[in-house]
């Protein structure tokens, strides 16, 4: 059956082996474009299991062993060429509990993991909106009405107590409290499942998700989701495309994290009246110094995607380029180092003390990748 949905989704010729009843239909592609077909299937919203040999075929007897070594999955991608660099890719996992909602959503091809608790279902519908997840883990006994194009799983969810000793078995804690998770205790049963279902497709302990934070809105503003269109801040009401929205015209970042940052702060804007002034005083020490500015912005051009570049590595799904794209940044960072501390008394300059504090791991980093 498979063969015969592939075949059509990706105009191939259906072949078979076998005659009359016993013929079992077939098709395929060449390996070397599996990747391009991969992400056609994942973009329709398809689960794709990628099945390779496990076992020399010089050393097996009879059949030589093959398995599943990943599931790719609309939620779940990491390939570079199959994500949009200024947007994340989340997987939300959405569960009630005593009147309330709890929310999780994890982007494992950057390791941002979070949690929060939803009031009502309009909150809910609100954060769903400004992630847009290609794929939504939902508590069986939730009646959510999602968008047809989100691929929608029921996760099984175990009891509060469960859920919390294997949390903490992942990460190797012996409290939540290190991740300040005391009072989402009720929800964290949707944070694992979250990470369950990841471990199971991927095949792996995601190493590049070292903690899940709590997301808290109280000092955000919330923007509904028709405001969000009206206003055009991501994409134009008009043509449902960059051109022509408020984050086209702010988005002169150098980096594809900054890009992400943007987008997010344009969605969540700060009502926190200190993190404003911080955010202000940074931007005018920066308007100020223009020679540091265009030094600065020299640097981060040669900035690659970090979180997406480490996330493939530990994945083991990087090749060459990666390794190189990592030992630039990692150089560029040294020398960025230097420029901020050039903002002395601002925000900037904090930036700076925290790359001096890792120096000497970052020289270490780009001295073994040299090599």
Known sequence: EDAIIASKELDLTLTGRGKDEN?????????????????????????????????????????TKRDVVRVVTPGTVIDHDQLDASSNNYL???MSVGGKYGMSYIDISTGEFRLLYCDDLHTVYAYINKLRPKEVLQDASLTIELDDSMVINTPHLLDKKRAE????????????TAFGLDAYRDILPIAWAILSYVKST???????????????????????????????????????????????????????????????????PSTDIRQINQRLDAVSALKEDLLSREELRDTLQYVYDLERLLSRIVSHRHNPKDCIA??????????????????????????????????????????????
């Open 23 to 63: 013929r079992v239909p077939m098709c395929g592609v060449p390996y070397h474009a599996a990747e391009s077909y991969i992400s056609k299937l994942v973009e329709r919203g398809f689960k794709v299991a990628i099945c390779e040999q496990v076992e020399n075929a010089s050393d097996s007897k009879g059949i």
């Open 92 to 94: 939300v996992g959405i």
């Open 165 to 176: 000793e294997e949390f903490l078995s992942h990460f190797s804690l012996s409290s939540i």
């Open 202 to 268: 991927q095949k792996s302990q995601l190493s590049q998700v070292t903690k899940c934070l709590p997301l808290r809105h109280e000092h955000t503003m919330s923007i509904d989701k028709v405001s969000i269109r009206n206003l055009d801040l991501i994409s134009s009401s008009m043509t449902q495309k960059k051109t022509g929205s408020l984050f086209w015209v702010l988005d002169t970042t150098k980096t594809a994290m900054g890009a992400r940052k943007l987008k997010f702060l344009i969605q969540n």
């Open 326 to 371: 990592l030992r630039d940044s990692l150089s560029s960072l040294e020398e960025m180092s230097g420029i901020l501390s050039h903002f002395q008394h601002t925000p900037l300059d904090r930036k700076s003390t925290r790359l001096n504090s890792s120096h000497q791991i970052i020289s270490y980093a780009v001295f073994c990748l040299k090599k």
